[in-house]
């Protein structure tokens, strides 16, 4: 161990990486992320430094650049055919620097620490169940596994860069008789070379990146960098997760973040289901972000996935699962059994959730609930709130049945026979498929939109049909249902609403998108709205932003809308 720790200890000499850029023009967005990785690098966490922004702006010239933990010094040169490298500021442990610069077509280049590889032996000692669960998963055997070894990927650099630590490198994998250490994907791939944090633990500067954007894995999980040969075994996650709704905070919620009630209003509570950093700070207890740092990465992979589980669930519609390396059905009680994507809750769950503004998070939080449903849920939309119409995100209620008012109230449960798949959401909204041929490529799910009703085959003969009748059917409903209520605005609201707010007087005061016009009745006046309307109104806009228009649970979508139908008819006829 102590032969070790010397070798270790060896102080990383500095190693001039060539990353030279020219001066352009104008921010890049990715100047904005600073801190995060702006860039995806096969292998993960780059291991040396790379230039990912040169621009100019009113203080002078910003470069930002990437790589591991440490210090990096930024060179200029006024051109590069006959260098002459000057040192502008001194040792940067930001990878960001501002200058004024003279010459207005300087070059620059960043030298970096040596990237010194340790393996996650050295981990060990101090960072214990860590290693042993990113043990567990597949990511430690993506070096040995039988298929990687039978396609000559052993002895492949072209493969080895993502299927090993630091391939290509001095310190880094060469052959697993030489360097057995760092075979498999490891703490290295995503958190940068980590040998001198392991001699020099204390050591602020050194300790290691922990990155939650997707561009850290995205670095290895792409299809674009893999060799043709084994394109078919390689999905495009990072590609299509990148063109999903996921991919970042939306650009006004990254504005209100930022802005004067980001930290007592928006980041506490938004932040939970909008924002990646925020949700991650909740899930480990740790102080909330800043306003930049809130906006700075989405839905990303760390969100859902979490690198460091083994995770072995219980279906609760089955009582079994199954394991994923094997294929073979397990029972919870099964020890050394492991089910592991590394995902936080992939199977289905049948208990009611939410999570409302008023709900402290760690509170309510439940590892239990399907992943989807941890933010699809109607975040505790209730028929007497009035200043506006229930959230865009109650998928995971309507599918349950477990949202809306009926005649009776609100109902406790009408699941949907969808809602029983072993892995609810995910059956329908994460299809994965192996290439077929060059003109049918791999599909990663990850785009989370509905790709193939294939899956739909097993119980509908022709999904397609049955899709577009059921969605035709809801949404004209949903215009017939308007429609009354326009009526009802217009003919039988209360003289003070119909003159005020003509056809918005049976809306929420900031009306829903059923409607052009941004002021419906103020609070006070929503009493004045009966309450047949405003449960009408309710059930009607849970309908429409579920956004299936039917298809997650067409039974009770169906029943909504009926019922509020009935409510808006029966004041009509009043
Ligand atoms: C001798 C003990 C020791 C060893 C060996 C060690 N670490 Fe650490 N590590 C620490 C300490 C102490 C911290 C700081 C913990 C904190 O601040 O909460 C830390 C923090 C980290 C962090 C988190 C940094 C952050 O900002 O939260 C990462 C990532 C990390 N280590 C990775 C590694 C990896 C990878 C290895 C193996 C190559 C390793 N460590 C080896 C002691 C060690
Ligand atoms: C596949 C990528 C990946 C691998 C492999 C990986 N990590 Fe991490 N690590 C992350 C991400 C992403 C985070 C932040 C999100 C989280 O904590 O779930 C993180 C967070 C951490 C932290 C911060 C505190 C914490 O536990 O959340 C430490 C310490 C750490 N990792 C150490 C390690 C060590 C040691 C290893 C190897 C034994 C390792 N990691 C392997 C991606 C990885
Ligand atoms: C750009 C990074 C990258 C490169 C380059 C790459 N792979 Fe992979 N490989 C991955 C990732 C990530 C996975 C996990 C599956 C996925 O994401 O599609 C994987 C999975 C695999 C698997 C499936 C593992 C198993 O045991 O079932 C095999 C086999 C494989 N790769 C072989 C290769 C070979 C052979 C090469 C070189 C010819 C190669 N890969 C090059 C990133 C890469
Ligand atoms: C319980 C989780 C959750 C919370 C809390 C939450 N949202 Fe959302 N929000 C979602 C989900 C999920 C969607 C996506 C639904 C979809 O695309 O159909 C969404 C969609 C949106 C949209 C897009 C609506 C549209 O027109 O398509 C906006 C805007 C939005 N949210 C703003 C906010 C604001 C502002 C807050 C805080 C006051 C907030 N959200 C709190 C989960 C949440
Ligand atoms: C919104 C949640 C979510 C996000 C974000 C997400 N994933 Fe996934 N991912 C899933 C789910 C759910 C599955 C499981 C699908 C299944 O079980 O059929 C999955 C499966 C996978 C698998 C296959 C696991 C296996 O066992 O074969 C890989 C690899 C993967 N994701 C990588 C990524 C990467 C890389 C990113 C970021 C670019 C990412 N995911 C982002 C939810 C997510
Ligand atoms: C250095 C490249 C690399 C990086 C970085 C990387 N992965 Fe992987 N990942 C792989 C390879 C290769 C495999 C397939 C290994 C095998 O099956 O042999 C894999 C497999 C997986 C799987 C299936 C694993 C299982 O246990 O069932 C998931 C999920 C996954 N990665 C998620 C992530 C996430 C999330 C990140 C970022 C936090 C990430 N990966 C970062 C290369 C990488
Ligand atoms: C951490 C919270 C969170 C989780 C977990 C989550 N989502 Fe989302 N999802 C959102 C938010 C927020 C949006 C809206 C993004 C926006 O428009 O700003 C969204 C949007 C969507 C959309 C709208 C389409 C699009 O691309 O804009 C779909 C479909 C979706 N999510 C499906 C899923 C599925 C399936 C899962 C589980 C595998 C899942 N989500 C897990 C928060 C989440
Ligand atoms: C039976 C398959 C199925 C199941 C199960 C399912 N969905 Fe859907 N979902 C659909 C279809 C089909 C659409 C309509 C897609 C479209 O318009 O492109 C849809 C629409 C959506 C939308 C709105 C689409 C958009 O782009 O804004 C969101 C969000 C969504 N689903 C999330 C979820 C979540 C979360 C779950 C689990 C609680 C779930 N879905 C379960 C099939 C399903
Ligand atoms: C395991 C069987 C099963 C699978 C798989 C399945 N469904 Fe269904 N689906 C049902 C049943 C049963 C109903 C009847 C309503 C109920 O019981 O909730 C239904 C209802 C529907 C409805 C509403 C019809 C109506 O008039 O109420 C639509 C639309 C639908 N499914 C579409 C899909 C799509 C699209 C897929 C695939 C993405 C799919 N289903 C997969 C069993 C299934």
């Known amino acids: 161990m102590n032969s070790t720790k010397a070798l270790l200890a060896t102080p990383g000499t500095v190693l001039l990486v060539a990353a030279a850029g020219c001066l352009l023009i104008g921010w890049p967005a990715s100047a904005q992320d600073g801190p995060h990785l702006g860039i995806i690098q096969p292998g993960g966490m780059p291991a040396w430094p790379v230039i990912t922004g040169i621009a100019r702006d009113t203080n002078g010239v910003g470069v930002t650049w990437d790589g591991p933990s440490g210090y990096y010094r930024l060179f200029q040169s006024p051109n590069l055919r006959n260098p002459n490298w000057q040192p502008v500021g001194g040792p940067n442990p930001n990878r960001i620097a501002t200058l004024s610069v003279a010459s207005s077509n300087a070059f620059f280049r960043v030298s970096g620490p040596a990237p010194q590889f340790a393996g996650s032996q050295a981990c060990l000692e101090c960072h214990q169940d860590t290693h042993d669960t990113v043990m567990k998963t597949r990511h430690s055997s993506a070096t040995i596994s039988v298929t990687f070894l039978a396609q000559g990927g052993q002895t492949n650099g072209a493969c080895l860069r993502c299927h090993s630590v630091g391939n290509g490198l001095p310190t880094g994998f060469s052959l697993l008789s030489v360097t057995p250490q760092l075979a498999g994907v490891q703490c290295e791939n995503c958190h940068g070379p980590a040998a001198n944090h392991a001699a020099n633990p204390d050591d602020p500067t050194v300790r290691p990146r922990v990155e939650l954007a997707a561009t850290v894995c995205g670095g290895c999980h792409n299809a ?33 973040f930022a802005g004067s009630q980001g930290a007592t209003v928006y980041i506490p509570s938004c932040g939970r289901c909008h924002s990646g950093t925020v949700r991650e700070s909740l899930l480990e207890h740790e102080p909330l972000p800043d306003g930049h740092e809130a906006g700075a990465v989405g839905i990303a992979c760390a969100t859902c996935h979490d690198p460091h589980q083994e995770y072995a669930h219980t279906n609760v519609l089955s009582g079994l699962m199954t394991n994923e390396l094997t294929g073979a059905i397990i029972t919870n009680n099964q020890l050394g059994m492991i089910y592991t994507n590394q995902l936080r809750y992939p199977l289905a769950s049948t208990n009611d959730y939410f999570l409302s503004t008023s709900d402290v998070f760690t509170n309510k939080y439940d590892p239990d609930i399907n992943v989807c449903a941890q933010c699809h849920n109607h975040r505790g939309a209730a028929w007497s709130s009035s200043s506006r119409a229930p959230h865009h995100s109650p998928q995971y209620n309507m599918l349950l049945g477990t949202v809306g008012e009926l005649d009776l109230g609100t109902p406790s449960n009408r699941p949907a026979s969808h809602a029983l798949f072993e892995k609810q959401c995910v059956r329908c909204h994460v299809q994965a498929a192996d290439a077929v041929s060059a003109t049918q490529p791999a599909v990663s799910g990850h785009s989370f939109q509905v790709q193939s009703f294939d899956t739909c085959r097993e119980c509908h003969p022709q999904p397609e049909l049955l899709v577009q009748f059921t969605t035709t059917a809801v949404s004209n409903q949903i215009q017939f249902v308007k429609g009354l209520l326009d009526q009802w605005a217009a003919t039988k609201a209360p003289e003070a609403l119909r003159t005020k707010y003509g056809a ?40 429409l932003y579920d956004g299936s228009y039917g298809v997650h649970n067409g039974p009770y979508a169906i029943t909504l809308l009926d019922t509020a139908q009935n409510w808006v008819q029966e004041e009509l006829n009043q």
């Open 224 to 256: 674009s960098w893999v060799p043709a040969a084994v394109a078919a075994s390689h999905r495009p996650y990072y590609e299509e997760w990148n063109t999903s709704g996921h991919r970042a905070v939306r650009t006004e919620l990254q504005a209100d």
């Open 504 to 543: 918005l007087a049976w809306e929420y005061t900031n009306p829903g998108d059923l409607s052009a016009g941004t002021a419906g009745p103020s609070s006070s006046e929503q009493t004045l709205i009966p309450v047949n309307i405003q449960k009408a109104r309710f059930d009607l806009y849970l309908v």
